[in-house]
Every structure is written in structure tokens, then in C-alpha cells.
């Protein structure tokens, strides 16, 4: 049949012009088709089918039908082979998709669609064919086609080959595995190691195991946050109760000033630290292990004895700035009467300049060498214009015609002079020889030129020499005087390194055995509790034998658990309860006092000023209020009304642990590898697993810090280590940013096996995964709880979840078939293909 065209602007005839094989109406019905079911698509995996299509399919241009609308509709699928059964009369498709691609196809297929055929009288190149849909018949007009075929199926049957385990044997699309086949399958020559494959089952158990350590972890964060919350409003609690506890220590007053930068000449960080590494030792009475410090001890004597050489120095310093100023002062006045003659002045000043420059610890000295550089060259600086002057006029008086005047060194000038050379004699190891022959000098002054610079030296060398020999503390004292006020401290701690140097020396040799508790007699000045109990005692208020020994007691266990350092947050209480019996003693005693009408009350009121018991009272407050503002974020339910977020309240991690607990007692009932056999229904509980676990994900992450509030920088390293204050914090800080980097890696490894997952194969290649593998194992095994400061439960969560993960280290283990086995095994797996038939009623599918 010949194609009539009468209207070559046909629409339909504009179709086949342009290509198409499908009219617009077909397309926008598949489009709206492909679109519905796209999201269920992307979820479910690729299967093998079987289809059988019924109805008008034979001599209907069917398979084209099939293939062309297939090809539209499909996301993921493909048609891979058509038969025709003209005797049977039905068509017959193997179809690789997923199972909704395919019902989607069976019910769009029972839909009645038209198929025009032209192969004559269309323009070269256009397409011969081109479906439509039924109701598009009356858009033909005059254009007739050679010929038209109407197809639609009526009935259907899938058949589903089989997909998983069957015992110990892995079955793809019907056929069993061989490592072979399952090369091929992930595109590898060959499996040669049969363990390093993972079924999909497996993935999804791994999967779920990693995101419910990343739950854990989160939870673990989110808890350090609150922590960090809690002792951000301690802090300064915390801070005042270990200094008190500082002012306890045995150095506490030597620290006061070598610690502190209030007074350079008695500040002495490095004595410090070796002082304070000793100090610890002997508050915990461990004296046994002096000798282990032995270097701290000798290092400690000797930065001592280097105080004391430093307040030497400086002292003569003291004396030469004061022969520098006499000097400084009599060559002003000669540069006031313009009188040019200041040899004996320059000589007298280069003296004390050198003896200056031999006063190496104070030239030396951190907080003082450059301001006594500085000095030294404004001296230089100063000598040098002297000489100058000196030589100039030495030169001059060679060269000038005029005639000098001779004075003869009166009787008024000797004894001047013999003065002023005992006096500096007196101070200086230096010989000045008074010549008794009479001296020449020019008739003439300074110019005005160098009187002006001479004067600008002088006053800058003044300034400099003022700063420091007028040396002063942080509250405006006199340094030099206040460092002298606290030598015989100096030389009491001088004389305990003596000492302690002494019992090392005992220690090491054979006379340790008869050695008992030294530190009671080398300490008896500086125990705080010691000197607090004999206070009690002279004042009278402790009593009877019996009450001595209670208050003793009292003292010592106080003693052991505020020098235990740093301070544990979990002898909180007891310390609180040591104190307040100290405290109740004290008080009861002022009732009875009141009672009996003694001076004992008045002996009470001198020791609630003593500095020692003070001190103990307001460790007790400070301990007191650090628990009580713990207890207060505890009652708190939210912190949602603050402007930024910075963490969760106990009471909403307590509802996330809560959640995360019911789900490991699901996730403990549904293990894969132990229920191999029921990989189905497992894998059905793992996907509802995986939901239940980013819900309670979603909650957690639904607040975000931003990066002022959030841990971004490495903590401070050098801190003081027997402080709680600082060691916590560091902790905390260290804690946080390490779990936020584990969570960051976890992250990514969720990310990566959701890619393997979204493949939907049934078998993953173990080959492929062992870098990624290699990289979890190593991240869960360096994994420390204890850092991270887990309860037992969560962790005892954490590490069944870690040990399901490295069950799949070697992936999943499987049988290969024999060849004896192989019909058999068929014979099993045909009998697992799903079979599924869809009937036709008017436009409705129907699944029976």
C-alpha cells in the first residue's frame, strides 16, 4: 500500500520528519510514568526476569513496541533479549531491572497503543515508524500510512530468577557462583581469594554497625560539649580552690616571690619549676623515691645560690651607681662654668664603666639585661665624647701658638684630691696616681656645639642609670629592699636542699634500711597542717588526748587528699567531709566555751583568722560551689532559648542514649553472619535498622555550632599538669576535637559503602573494598575509649558493633559448586523463582 500524502504539514507526518518513533502524547505519558516512579527506583536493586506478554502481540509490531517504549521508560533496566511464539502466541522478554521499571512496563503496555508504519513516500532519512496513542487516530487527517498496526497485552506473567543465598552457595539471577563467574561479574578475571566477597546483606550489616558507632561517638561529643559547658561556669571555682590549696604547699611562700614577676630580682621561673616537681614528692610523703629527683635537687641548690649571687651583684651595682652619679655630677658642673679640663672626670667613669661590665648575672638577668644593655651603652656612648674632647684638646694644647697658663697644684687642691682618690679607692680595686707637678690647660672653654652634646649624653645616661638603680616591684616598692626582706626564706629552703641532698645521699647507700620518715624533721617549718595543729594546741582548743588525735587525724587525711594532685574531682565529698568536721569541732567547742564562760572563745576567734584555716574554709566553699553549679546545669532541660548553640542538657542526651540503647537491643537480634540462611527477612530488619538510626542521627545533628563556639584549635600544651583547672580543660578540648575528627572519617566511610549500596548488585567485590576496609580497621582499632571517657555500657555498645565490623575483614565466605551438584542445586533454585501474573481488566493493573 502506497503512502497517500496529501498535506506534508500533517503533524504525525512532521514526527516522522523530525525522527521520532513516539508521538508527543506517548511521551509526556511515559515521561509522567518514569517520574512517578523514579525514587522507588533508585532504591531497589537490579533483578533478571522472565516475562511472558499475552494479548495482541503477534503480527502487532510488538517487540518494537516493547523495546522503543522499554528504552523511555527504563532507569536502571534494559531489554536483553525478545523471542516470539507465534503457535503459542505470546512474546517473551529477558529484562535486567529493577521490579517496579517492570510492572511499570507491563501496565503501560496493556494500554492499547498504535503503530504507524511508512516506508514509502517520506522524505529521506525520516523515521519509518512511529507509535501513538489510540486517541491521537484523529490527527491523521489525510495522511495514510502504508500500513497500521494496534497492539496491547491482555495478560502477563514475570518470572523472578532467583537472587541470594541458598545455603552456603551464592546464586545470581538464577545461576550458581564460581569464583569465576563472580570475577566476571565485578569485572575481575578471577576471584582468587573466595573470601573477599560481600553479599549485599553483609554491606547493609556493616553499614549499619558504622553508623551506629558514628551514633556513639556523636553521643560521646555532644556529652563532652555539656562537660565542657559545666566547667566553663566552674572554672573560676576550680581556680581559687587549688590556689588556696597552693598556699597549703610547703614552698608556698618562697613561690609567692620567685613564681610571681612582681619583683626581677627575686623572680625565678626555672627555681620554680624544679621546686615544684620537689614540692610534690614531699606532700605525698613519697621520700623513698628522692633519689629519682636527685637532679631536680641539685639543680634547685644551685638556681638558689644564683639568687643570692644576683642580689650580690646588684648590689655592688648599687655602690658604683652611686660613685657614677658624684662623677656624673662634677663634670656637669664644669660644663655649667664652661671649664674644658674633664680628663680626671672621663678617667674616674671609664673605671666604673669596666667594673659595671664584670656584673655578668645581672647582665644577664631576662627581665633586666636590656635595660642594663642599654646602660651600658649610653656609658660607652658618653666615654667615648670624653675621649674625644680629651684628645682634641691634647692636640690643640700641642698646636696653638698662645702661650698655656701653669697653675701649681695648691695645698686646698691636694686635699681635695686625696679624698676623692680614698674614696674611690675604697670602692674600686684601681690605683690614681695625684701627680704633684703643675698642669697646663688652654684659656679656653667648650664651644656651645659640644657642651649641648656632651649635656644629651649625660642626661640619657642618667635616665638610664635612674631605671635601674631605682628598681621597683609591681605595687611601686623598692625591689632591691623587699628581695632582701626575704632572704632568710632564701636561706631556710637553702638549708632543706641541704638536706634533702643529705637524705639522697643516704638513700643510695646502705644506711637506707634505718632511715624512718625524714621528712618529718627536715619539714617541721613548712607543713601548713603541722603548724595549724600546734596553733589548736596553743590556743587551747583541742583538749583531751583523745580529740588531739581525732583533729590530728583529721588534718593528716585532709592533708593527703588536697596534696593529690591534681585534684580528682571524685574526692570531692570526702575533702567537703573532712572539713566540715574540722569546722563542727571548732564550732561546738566555741558553744561549750560560751556555756562554761571560758577565754576559749576568744582563742576560736583568733584561728578564724588564721591564714591556714582560712584557707582550708574556702577550699570547702569553693569545692561547695563547684557542685552546686553542676547540679544546677543538670536540672536544666534545654538550652534552646540561647542565642547560638553550644550544647545539648543532660536530660536530651539521656533521651539520645535512651534511643540509641533500644536500637542496639534490635540491632543485638538481627546479625546477619549468624543467620545466613534467613538473609531476607535479616536484610528486611536491617533496612528498617538503617531508618531508625539516621532518625535518631537527625535529632542529634539537627543543631549546628558555629566556629566560635565550636573546638577548632589544638589545645595548650604547656600547662601545669598537677593543675585540675588547666589538665581538664586541655582533656576536654583534646577529647572533642579528636571525636570530631573520627566522626568526620566515619562519614566518609558511611559514604563510601553507601556508593557499593546504591549499585544494587547482589555481590560486592571484597577486592575493591580492602583499601576502604583496611582504613575502618584501623580507625575502630585506635579508637580509645577510655580518652574518650565512655560509660561501661556504651562502651560495651561500641564494641560489639566493632567486633560484628571486623567479622567481615575477610568478607563473606561461600561454597562453589560441583559439577556432580550442579542439577541438583538448579532443581533448588528454580524452585525459589518468583513468579508474578498481571491480568488486564478494562485499564487497571491487576497483580494475582
Same mark, same amino acid.
Given at each position: 500500500?502506497?503512502?497517500?500524502?496529501?498535506?506534508?504539514?500533517?503533524?504525525?507526518?512532521?514526527?516522522?520528519?523530525?525522527?521520532?518513533?513516539?508521538?508527543?502524547?506517548?511521551?509526556?505519558?511515559?515521561?509522567?510514568?518514569?517520574?512517578?516512579?523514579?525514587?522507588?527506583?533508585?532504591?531497589?536493586?537490579?533483578?533478571?526476569?522472565?516475562?511472558?506478554?499475552?494479548?495482541?502481540?503477534?503480527?502487532?509490531?510488538?517487540?518494537?513496541?516493547?523495546?522503543?517504549?522499554?528504552?523511555?521508560?527504563?532507569?536502571?533496566?534494559?531489554?536483553?533479549?525478545?523471542?516470539?511464539?507465534?503457535?503459542?502466541?505470546?512474546?517473551?522478554?529477558?529484562?535486567?531491572?529493577?521490579?517496579?521499571?517492570?510492572?511499570?512496563?507491563?501496565?503501560?503496555?496493556?494500554?492499547?497503543? @498504535?503503530?504507524?508504519?511508512?516506508?514509502?513516500?517520506?522524505?529521506?532519512?525520516?523515521?519509518?515508524?512511529?507509535?501513538?496513542?489510540?486517541?491521537?487516530?484523529?490527527?491523521?487527517?489525510?495522511?495514510?500510512?502504508?500500513?497500521?498496526?494496534?497492539?496491547?497485552?491482555?495478560?502477563?506473567?514475570?518470572?523472578?530468577?532467583?537472587?541470594?543465598?541458598?545455603?552456603?552457595?551464592?546464586?545470581?539471577?538464577?545461576?550458581?557462583?564460581?569464583? %569465576?563467574?563472580?570475577?566476571?561479574?565485578?569485572?575481575?578475571?578471577?576471584?582468587?581469594?573466595?573470601?573477599?566477597?560481600?553479599?549485599?546483606?553483609?554491606?547493609?550489616?556493616?553499614?549499619?554497625?558504622?553508623?551506629?558507632?558514628?551514633?556513639?561517638?556523636?553521643?560521646?561529643?555532644?556529652?563532652?560539649?555539656?562537660?565542657?559547658?559545666?566547667?566553663?561556669?566552674?572554672?573560676?571555682?576550680?581556680?581559687?580552690? +587549688?590556689?588556696?590549696?597552693?598556699?597549703?604547699?610547703?614552698?608556698?611562700?618562697?613561690?609567692?616571690?620567685?613564681?610571681?614577676?612582681?619583683?626581677?630580682?627575686?623572680?625565678?621561673?626555672?627555681?620554680?619549676?624544679?621546686?615544684?616537681?620537689?614540692?610534690?614528692?614531699?606532700?605525698?610523703?613519697?621520700?623513698?623515691?628522692?633519689?629519682?629527683?636527685?637532679?631536680?635537687?641539685?639543680?634547685?641548690?644551685?638556681?638558689?645560690?644564683?639568687?643570692?649571687?644576683?642580689?650580690?651583684?646588684?648590689?655592688?651595682?648599687?655602690?658604683?651607681?652611686?660613685?657614677?652619679?658624684?662623677?656624673?655630677?662634677?663634670?656637669?658642673?664644669?660644663?655649667?662654668?664652661?671649664?674644658?679640663?674633664?680628663?680626671?672626670?672621663?678617667?674616674?667613669?671609664?673605671?666604673?664603666?669596666?667594673?659595671?661590665?664584670?656584673?655578668?648575672?645581672?647582665?644577664?638577668?631576662?627581665?633586666?639585661?636590656?635595660?642594663?644593655?642599654? =646602660? @651600658?651603652?649610653?656609658?660607652?656612648?658618653?666615654?667615648?665624647? =670624653?675621649?674625644?674632647?680629651?684628645?682634641?684638646?691634647?692636640?690643640?694644647? %700641642?698646636?696653638?701658638?698662645?702661650?698655656?697658663?701653669?697653675?701649681?697644684?695648691?695645698?686646698?687642691?691636694?686635699?681635695?684630691?686625696?679624698?676623692?682618690?680614698?674614696?674611690?679607692?675604697?670602692?674600686?680595686?684601681?690605683?690614681?696616681?695625684?701627680?704633684?707637678?703643675?698642669?697646663?690647660?688652654?684659656?679656653?672653654?667648650?664651644?656651645?656645639?659640644?657642651?649641648?652634646?656632651? &649635656?644629651?649624653?649625660?642626661?640619657?645616661?642618667?635616665?638610664?642609670?635612674?631605671?635601674?638603680?631605682?628598681?621597683?616591684?609591681?605595687?611601686?616598692?623598692?625591689?632591691?629592699?623587699?628581695?632582701?626582706?626575704?632572704?632568710?626564706?632564701?636561706?631556710?629552703?637553702?638549708?632543706?636542699?641541704?638536706?634533702?641532698?643529705?637524705?639522697?645521699?643516704?638513700?643510695?647507700?646502705?644506711?637506707?634500711?634505718?632511715? &624512718?620518715?625524714?621528712?618529718?624533721?627536715?619539714?617541721?617549718?613548712?607543713?601548713?597542717?603541722?603548724?595549724?595543729?600546734?596553733?589548736?594546741?596553743?590556743?587551747?582548743?583541742?583538749?583531751?588526748?583523745?580529740?588531739?588525735?581525732?583533729?590530728?587525724?583529721?588534718?593528716?587525711?585532709?592533708?593527703?587528699?588536697?596534696?593529690?594532685?591534681?585534684?580528682? +574531682?571524685?574526692?570531692?565529698?570526702?575533702?567537703?567531709?573532712?572539713?566540715?568536721?574540722?569546722?563542727?569541732?571548732?564550732?561546738?567547742?566555741?558553744?561549750?566555751?560560751?556555756?562554761?564562760?571560758?577565754?576559749?572563745?576568744?582563742?576560736?576567734?583568733?584561728?578564724? &583568722?588564721?591564714?591556714?584555716?582560712?584557707?582550708?574554709?574556702?577550699?570547702?566553699?569553693?569545692?561547695?560551689?563547684?557542685?552546686?553549679?553542676?547540679?544546677?546545669?543538670?536540672?536544666?532541660?534545654?538550652?534552646?532559648?540561647?542565642?547560638?548553640?553550644?550544647?545539648?542538657?543532660?536530660? %536530651? @542526651?539521656?533521651?539520645?542514649?535512651?534511643?540509641? +540503647?533500644?536500637?542496639?537491643?534490635?540491632?543485638?537480634?538481627?546479625?546477619?553472619?549468624?543467620?545466613?540462611?534467613?538473609?531476607?527477612?535479616?536484610?528486611?530488619?536491617?533496612?528498617?535498622?538503617?531508618?531508625?538510626?539516621?532518625?535518631?542521627?537527625?535529632?542529634?545533628?539537627?543543631?549546628?555550632?558555629?566556629?566560635?563556639?565550636?573546638?577548632?584549635?589544638?589545645?595548650?600544651?604547656?600547662?601545669?599538669?598537677?593543675?585540675?583547672?588547666?589538665?581538664?580543660?586541655?582533656?576536654?578540648?583534646?577529647?572533642?576535637?579528636?571525636?570530631?575528627?573520627?566522626?568526620?572519617?566515619?562519614?566518609?566511610?558511611?559514604?563510601?559503602?553507601?556508593?557499593?549500596?546504591?549499585?544494587?548488585?547482589?555481590?560486592?567485590?571484597?577486592?575493591?573494598?580492602?583499601?576502604?576496609?583496611?582504613?575502618?580497621?584501623?580507625?575502630?582499632?585506635?579508637?580509645?575509649?577510655?580518652?574518650?571517657?565512655?560509660?561501661?555500657?556504651?562502651?560495651?555498645?561500641?564494641?560489639?558493633?566493632?567486633?560484628?565490623?571486623?567479622?567481615?575483614?575477610?568478607?563473606?565466605?561461600?561454597?562453589?559448586?560441583?559439577?556432580?551438584?550442579?542439577?541438583? @542445586?538448579?532443581?533448588?533454585? +528454580?524452585?525459589?523463582?518468583?513468579?508474578?501474573?498481571?491480568?488486564?481488566?478494562?485499564?487497571?493493573?491487576?497483580?494475582?
Amino acid at each position: 500500500m502506497k503512502t497517500i500524502i496529501s498535506n506534508d504539514k500533517n503533524y504525525l507526518y512532521e514526527l516522522l520528519k523530525r525522527k521520532y518513533h513516539t508521538s508527543e502524547v506517548v511521551r509526556a505519558q511515559i515521561a509522567g510514568m518514569k517520574e512517578k516512579i523514579r525514587e522507588d527506583v533508585v532504591k531497589e536493586s537490579l533483578k533478571s526476569y522472565m516475562v511472558k506478554f499475552r494479548g495482541r502481540v503477534i503480527d502487532s509490531s510488538f517487540e518494537k513496541t516493547l523495546r522503543i517504549i522499554s528504552k523511555r521508560l527504563f532507569n536502571k533496566g534494559k531489554i536483553d533479549n525478545l523471542h516470539t511464539f507465534k503457535e503459542q502466541g505470546f512474546v517473551e522478554a529477558n529484562i535486567t531491572a529493577t521490579l517496579t521499571e517492570v510492572e511499570s512496563l507491563i501496565q503501560y503496555l496493556m494500554k492499547p497503543h @498504535l503503530v504507524l508504519h511508512c516506508k514509502k513516500g517520506v522524505v529521506k532519512g525520516a523515521s519509518n515508524l512511529l507509535i501513538i496513542d489510540e486517541s491521537e487516530q484523529n490527527r491523521l487527517d489525510n495522511f495514510t500510512p502504508d500500513y497500521i498496526h494496534r497492539n496491547y497485552i491482555t495478560h502477563a506473567e514475570s518470572y523472578e530468577k532467583y537472587t541470594g543465598r541458598l545455603n552456603d552457595y551464592l546464586v545470581f539471577n538464577g545461576l550458581p557462583l564460581t569464583s %569465576e563467574k563472580i570475577g566476571r561479574e565485578l569485572r575481575f578475571n578471577k576471584i582468587e581469594t573466595k573470601n573477599r566477597v560481600f553479599t549485599t546483606a553483609g554491606l547493609k550489616e556493616i553499614y549499619l554497625n558504622l553508623q551506629f558507632i558514628d551514633l556513639i561517638l556523636k553521643l560521646d561529643m555532644e556529652q563532652h560539649y555539656l562537660k565542657l559547658r559545666t566547667f566553663n561556669s566552674q572554672e573560676d571555682d576550680l581556680a581559687m580552690v +587549688e590556689e588556696k590549696i597552693d598556699d597549703l604547699g610547703y614552698f608556698a611562700e618562697v613561690f609567692d616571690h620567685i613564681a610571681s614577676k612582681d619583683n626581677p630580682l627575686l623572680f625565678n621561673e626555672d627555681s620554680f619549676l624544679d621546686l615544684m616537681r620537689i614540692e610534690h614528692i614531699i606532700e605525698n610523703n613519697n621520700w623513698k623515691a628522692m633519689p629519682a629527683y636527685a637532679g631536680y635537687v641539685y639543680s634547685a641548690t644551685n638556681r638558689l645560690n644564683g639568687q643570692f649571687k644576683l642580689l650580690e651583684e646588684y648590689g655592688l651595682f648599687l655602690t658604683y651607681a652611686k660613685c657614677i652619679e658624684k662623677f656624673i655630677v662634677k663634670l656637669t658642673k664644669k660644663l655649667f662654668k664652661h671649664k674644658a679640663d674633664i680628663r680626671s672626670e672621663h678617667h674616674n667613669l671609664t673605671a666604673n664603666y669596666n667594673e659595671l661590665k664584670k656584673l655578668s648575672l645581672v647582665a644577664n638577668h631576662h627581665m633586666l639585661q636590656n635595660d642594663y644593655h642599654e =646602660l @651600658l651603652n649610653s656609658f660607652s656612648k658618653l666615654l667615648a665624647y =670624653l675621649d674625644f674632647l680629651t684628645i682634641r684638646d691634647t692636640k690643640a694644647g %700641642e698646636s696653638d701658638s698662645h702661650q698655656d697658663v701653669v697653675h701649681p697644684a695648691g695645698k686646698s687642691s691636694n686635699k681635695f684630691a686625696t679624698v676623692i682618690k680614698r674614696c674611690i679607692e675604697s670602692v674600686f680595686s684601681v690605683t690614681i696616681d695625684i701627680s704633684t707637678k703643675p698642669f697646663t690647660h688652654r684659656d679656653q672653654g667648650l664651644k656651645a656645639e659640644e657642651e649641648e652634646d656632651l &649635656q644629651k649624653l649625660i642626661n640619657k645616661f642618667n635616665e638610664n642609670l635612674e631605671k635601674l638603680s631605682n628598681l621597683k616591684t609591681a605595687k611601686g616598692e623598692d625591689a632591691f629592699l623587699e628581695a632582701r626582706k626575704c632572704v632568710p626564706q632564701l636561706t631556710n629552703l637553702s638549708d632543706v636542699l641541704d638536706q634533702l641532698k643529705n637524705l639522697i645521699k643516704n638513700l643510695e647507700s646502705k644506711a637506707n634500711k634505718e632511715i &624512718q620518715d625524714p621528712f618529718k624533721t627536715i619539714f617541721p617549718k613548712f607543713n601548713k597542717f603541722e603548724i595549724l595543729y600546734r596553733d589548736m594546741s596553743n590556743l587551747d582548743i583541742i583538749g583531751t588526748q583523745q580529740k588531739q588525735e581525732s583533729i590530728h587525724g583529721i588534718l593528716a587525711d585532709l592533708q593527703k587528699l588536697l596534696f593529690d594532685k591534681p585534684l580528682k +574531682e571524685n574526692a570531692y565529698q570526702e575533702i567537703i567531709h573532712k572539713i566540715s568536721s574540722l569546722e563542727d569541732f571548732v564550732t561546738n567547742k566555741g558553744k561549750s566555751s560560751l556555756e562554761k564562760g571560758s577565754d576559749t572563745n576568744a582563742n576560736i576567734q583568733k584561728l578564724d &583568722q588564721n591564714p591556714v584555716f582560712k584557707s582550708i574554709i574556702d577550699v570547702k566553699t569553693g569545692i561547695q560551689n563547684i557542685a552546686e553549679k553542676e547540679a544546677q546545669i543538670k536540672k536544666i532541660d534545654t538550652f534552646k532559648n540561647e542565642p547560638e548553640f553550644f550544647s545539648f542538657s543532660a536530660k %536530651e @542526651l539521656d533521651g539520645f542514649l535512651k534511643g540509641i +540503647e533500644l536500637l542496639h537491643e534490635k540491632l543485638k537480634d538481627t546479625c546477619y553472619y549468624k543467620n545466613i540462611s534467613e538473609f531476607e527477612a535479616i536484610e528486611k530488619k536491617l533496612d528498617r535498622l538503617i531508618d531508625e538510626v539516621r532518625n535518631i542521627e537527625s535529632y542529634i545533628s539537627a543543631h549546628t555550632r558555629s566556629n566560635d563556639k565550636k573546638i577548632s584549635k589544638e589545645p595548650d600544651v604547656h600547662i601545669d599538669y598537677l593543675k585540675s583547672s588547666q589538665l581538664t580543660r586541655r582533656n576536654l578540648e583534646k577529647a572533642i576535637l579528636l571525636l570530631q575528627n573520627q566522626i568526620a572519617q566515619m562519614h566518609g566511610f558511611i559514604h563510601a559503602i553507601e556508593n557499593y549500596l546504591h549499585r544494587h548488585s547482589f555481590i560486592h567485590s571484597g577486592v575493591a573494598t580492602s583499601v576502604l576496609f583496611d582504613q575502618i580497621t584501623y580507625l575502630l582499632s585506635n579508637i580509645d575509649v577510655r580518652l574518650l571517657d565512655m560509660t561501661k555500657p556504651v562502651e560495651n555498645m561500641f564494641h560489639e558493633s566493632v567486633n560484628t565490623i571486623f567479622h567481615y575483614q575477610v568478607g563473606e565466605t561461600f561454597t562453589e559448586p560441583k559439577k556432580e551438584d550442579i542439577d541438583n @542445586l538448579m532443581k533448588e533454585i +528454580e524452585k525459589k523463582t518468583i513468579v508474578r501474573q498481571y491480568q488486564n481488566h478494562e485499564t487497571d493493573l491487576q497483580l494475582s
